[in-house]
């Protein structure tokens, strides 16, 4: 039954990212979740998460589409489970690589009776030999990773 419940969170980030919602895609989460993004950005709270994505969908990836596969759901007892997930992200923006891949980590906790993120930390999956360069996604990422947490 839990599965299927945090099957359901990881399928609704999906609908959200791919029809451009920040305020969809920041519902799962707690109050006072921690995001830290693929170049290590770092947004407390569910407000900073959602003003985030916000930024990211109407810049470098507006009109990108991904798809989450769960790959390992482990429960950590009967209120905290940690979700594996690979993501393949198919980006529209020229210049960049068409295919991001990343492993996602997700720490959910049941909070009143619904599984609600509290941690999030997503990975970028990077190619062997992969030329760095101005046309690497780190580099045109408008969101840097920082020695601080945001919305803090």
Request: glycine share 8%.
């Amino acid at each position: 039954m839990a599965n299927e419940e945090l099957q359901r969170v990881v399928e609704q980030l999906e609908t959200a990212w791919n029809n451009s919602d920040g305020v969809a895609f920041a519902a799962p989460f707690a109050e006072d979740a921690d995001f830290v993004h693929i170049l290590g950005g770092h947004f407390t709270g569910r407000e900073s998460i959602e003003r985030g994505h916000r930024t990211i969908f109407d810049t470098i990836y507006k009109g990108s589409k991904v798809k989450f596969e769960v790959e390992k759901i482990r429960p950590v007892g009967a209120n905290v489970a940690i979700v594996f997930i690979f993501s393949t992200l198919k980006i529209s923006k020229p210049g960049l690589p068409p295919v991001a891949n990343a492993r996602p980590t997700m720490v959910l906790q049941r909070q009143d009776d619904a599984w609600k993120i509290v941690t999030f930390q997503n990975t970028l999956v990077t190619p062997e030999g992969a030329p760095a360069g101005k046309d690497a996604l780190a580099d045109q990422h408008p969101i840097k990773g920082q020695a601080r947490a945001m919305g803090q």
